[in-house]
C-alpha cells in the first residue's frame, strides 16, 4: 500500500517491562474523552503520582489507544472528532519524561537490546502523528525530556508563562531521544535548537513563546487555564472545513516527518550507546542532588 | 580515504595520508602559476593576496586543557581575514589530518570548538576580492571545480565530531557570513555586520550560504537576505535568530568571551551525549548539502564569465549603485 509511509506505530510491541507505575491497570494510563458538541477531543497522560513519567506501560496503552480505538474510529466516524488536545492529569505536571529509575535499569541490557527498545518506546507515544486530526499539546505543567519532545512532536503548543520546556538530555549524559532531535529544530531554527539540544536547555513559557516553540500563553499560569487556552484553539481548528483540515493536517504531517525515520533510529542507537557506559547514572544523579554532572572524558568505557 | 559507508560523503575530501599529491588544483596549479607569471602569460589561474609568513600560519589552533573548550583563527587580520586558496588549505589540513584524527584518538581532548578571526577588526570579509575579479580569465567549467573545493576546505569544519560556536567578533561578509552561518552556534554584537552581500556583487551565494540561512532564519527572510545582498546588524540577527547571543559590548574581546561562555556551557554536559548529538545535528542538516554546493559552484562560475564580472565589485568598494547588463546579456 504506502510502504513509504508507514504507521508510526508498529504494533505489536516487543516485552519489556518498568518498574515504577502505580496505576490499576495499564489501560488508565491514558484517558480518552470527546466534546460530542465542539467535537474537541481530549487525550491525558495520567500517572499524576509520578508526574505522568512516560513509562512503556503507558507507552503500550498510548500506542493501543490511538491505534486501535482513534485512527479507525475517526476513519469510520465512530469517533466524531475534529481536532486533540494533550495534556497531563492533574495540575503539577505535562510530563516528567522517561522514568529514571527504568532509565537508570538500563545499563543492565545489551547495547543493541537498547537500541531495539528505544525505537519501541519512542513510536509507542510518536504515533500519535498516526492520528488524522491536528493535535495541540497544552503544556499544563513541566514537560521534561522525553515528555517535552512528545509536547514538541505535536503540531501546536499552548504553555503558560512559567511553563518549564526542559531538553535536558546532555546534562543527564544521553542523547535526545523521543523525536526531539528531529521536531525542535523543525520547531525554533537551528541556532536555537542547536544551543538547547547542547546545552540541555529548560524554556521558561515565555522564552519558548519568543522562540516560535508554542503558539500560544494563557492568561495564569494554572493546568486549567493552560488547557482552556488549548482548547480555544482547538475549538477554532474544529470549526474549519473537516476535509480541508484533515488533508491539511496529512500534508503537515508528511513534510515534517521526512527524515523522521532516520533521526530516531540515530537517536535509539546514540542513547543504547550511553546507556552502555560506566558514568551512566552520573547525570541522573547531579540532577536530582541539584549539582553539576561529573562525566568521565570522551573515550572512557 | 574519505569517504563514509553510508553515502554521506565527509564534506572533506582530503584521505588522511599526506594529501598534497591528491590536490592538484592546489599544488600544481600553484607551479602552473608561478610558470604563467615567469612568462608573463594571461593572469595566474588564481593567486591571492595574503601576506602571512607560511601558510600554516593563515590558520591557528588552541586548546584550552582545563575547559576542553577548542579555538580555530583565521588569521590575517592585514587582509581582515578574507577566506583565501592558501587559506583554505591550511583549513582543511588542520580540520582533516590534525583536529578530526585528535578527536577521534582522544590526541585532542576538546569538548567543542569556537572559529573567530584574528585581531579585533574582522570575523572574516569573505572572498579575496582582486582574486574574485580574476576568475573571469579561467574556463567556466575550472572555475566551478575550483569554486566547490574551495567551499569545501572550509566547510569540513562541520566533520569535526564536536559542536562549533561561532565568535563574530567584527564584519563577517559573504563567504565570511556563510562560513560562520554553517557553524552550529552563533555569537555576535550589538554593532555586528553579517552580510550575504552576493547578489549585490553579482554572483550567486557561494559557502553554502544557499543551504544553511534558510536552515537558520526561516525561508522568508533567507530568500529576501539572498535576493537583497543583506547585511545583517548584530540586533537584527539576534531577532532572527541568525545568532544564538549577543555580548553586553561591541569589541572583539566581549564577543569571544561570549562564545566562551556558551562553549563551556556544552563542555560540562556529557561529552558522548554532546558528541552524537552533534553527528545527528550536522547529518539533517547536511541533506541537500552537497546538491547545494554544486548549484552554487556551477551559479558562480556561470556569473565569473559575464563581461559585467567586476562591475559590482567595483560599485561596492565606490560605494555606489552597480550597473549591471540585463540577463541575456553575455
Redo the contacts between chains.
Keep these: 500500500m504506502n510502504v513509504t509511509n508507514a504507521l508510526i506505530s508498529r504494533i505489536p510491541r516487543p516485552l519489556h517491562r518498568s518498574a515504577s507505575t502505580t496505576a490499576a491497570t495499564a489501560s488508565d494510563l491514558v484517558l480518552f474523552s470527546l466534546d460530542e458538541k465542539t467535537k474537541v477531543a481530549t487525550l491525558t497522560l495520567n500517572s499524576p503520582s509520578t508526574f505522568n513519567a512516560l513509562t512503556v506501560e503507558m507507552g503500550e496503552a498510548f500506542e493501543d489507544m490511538i491505534t486501535n480505538r482513534l485512527v479507525p474510529g475517526l476513519k469510520s466516524g465512530e469517533v466524531n472528532a475534529n481536532s486533540l488536545v494533550l495534556c497531563g492529569a492533574g495540575d503539577k505536571a505535562f510530563s516528567a519524561g522517561g522514568d529514571l529509575k527504568w532509565l537508570k535499569g538500563l545499563r543492565h541490557n545489551p547495547v543493541h537490546v537498547n537500541a531495539d527498545n528505544m525505537i519501541s518506546f519512542y513510536r509507542s507515544f510518536l504515533c500519535i502523528r498516526d492520528l488524522q486530526i491536528p493535535t495541540i499539546a497544552a503544556i499544563n505543567g513541566p514537560a521534561i525530556g522525553a515528555g517535552a519532545c512528545l509536547a514538541t512532536a505535536c503540531d501546536m503548543r499552548v504553555a503558560s508563562s512559567r511553563s518549564k520546556i526542559g531538553y535536558t538530555?546532555?546534562?543527564?549524559?544521553?542523547?535526545?531521544g523521543m523525536g526531539g532531535?528531529?521536531f525542535l529544530?523543525l520547531s525554533?531554527?537551528?541556532?536555537?535548537a542547536?544551543?538547547a539540544?547542547?546545552?540541555?536547555k529548560i524554556y521558561s513559557g515565555d522564552e519558548a513563546l519568543e522562540?516560535g516553540l508554542v503558539n500560544k500563553l494563557a492568561q495564569t499560569d494554572d493546568s486549567a487555564a493552560v488547557k482552556g487556552e488549548a482548547m480555544e484553539l482547538a475549538k477554532k481548528i474544529a470549526q474549519q472545513h473537516p476535509l480541508a483540515v484533515r488533508t491539511m493536517t496529512k500534508s503537515i504531517r508528511l513534510k515534517e516527518d521526512e527524515?523522521l525515520d532516520?533521526?530516531l533510529r540515530?537517536?535509539a542507537y546514540?542513547q543504547a550507546?550511553?546507556y552502555a557506559?560506566d558514568?551512566w547514572g552520573e547525570?541522573i544523579d547531579a540532577n536530582v542532588e541539584r549539582r553539576?554532572?561529573n562525566?568521565?572524558?570522551?573515550?572512557s568505557k
Design positions: 538530555f546532555a546534562s543527564l549524559g544521553i542523547h535526545a532531535s528531529h529544530p525554533i531554527g537551528r541556532s536555537l542547536n544551543e539540544l547542547l546545552t540541555g522562540v527524515g532516520a533521526a540515530r537517536e546514540a550507546m550511553c557506559r558514568d547525570g553539576d554532572g562525566f568521565d572524558d570522551y573515550l
